[in-house]
């Protein structure tokens, strides 16, 4: 939802109605990619994002040999493969700090959080309604 919904505002914006076909395709290929891998275990989050920004790359290449019927949009695919894999690192190194630092915050998890805290009357009551057994303070 999120992906679809960037794409579409992004185009919007900046590009125009081809560039949402090459986003959407790109964005499909690369969310399916990723869900896919993502059940694996022993990938870490450097090879999923690796293979969703490759994936991306491709998705788009794939739309414009469709659309523009020439295989010749091909011959950029080994840079595009390579751009992938760039971002695709660093994008992974980027997303396993953030997925560390939040495992790092359910570790100051509670029970009941204390009301004199900031928030902390919110904090009891969203999780009281959320069903919640701790909340994170």
Not at 92 to 101: K, L, P
Request: hydrophobic share 55%.
């Amino acid at each position: 939802g999120i992906s679809i919904l960037r794409v579409v505002l992004v185009s919007a914006l900046f590009g125009n109605a081809m560039s949402i076909l090459y986003s959407l395709a790109g964005a499909a290929l690369s969310l399916l990619g990723m869900i896919a891998l993502r059940r694996i275990k022993a990938l870490s989050c450097i090879s999923v994002s690796v293979c969703g920004g490759v994936l991306h790359n491709i998705g788009q290449t794939l739309m414009a040999w469709l659309l523009l019927d020439t295989a010749a949009v091909t011959y950029s695919l080994p840079f595009l493969v390579l751009s992938g894999t760039v971002s695709g690192v660093a994008i992974g190194i980027a997303a396993g700090i953030m997925i560390g630092r939040v495992d790092l915050a359910k570790v100051h998890c509670t029970e009941q959080p204390a009301k004199s805290l900031p928030f902390g009357r919110l904090f009891q009551f969203v999780h009281t309604i959320s069903g919640s057994k701790q909340a994170c303070i």
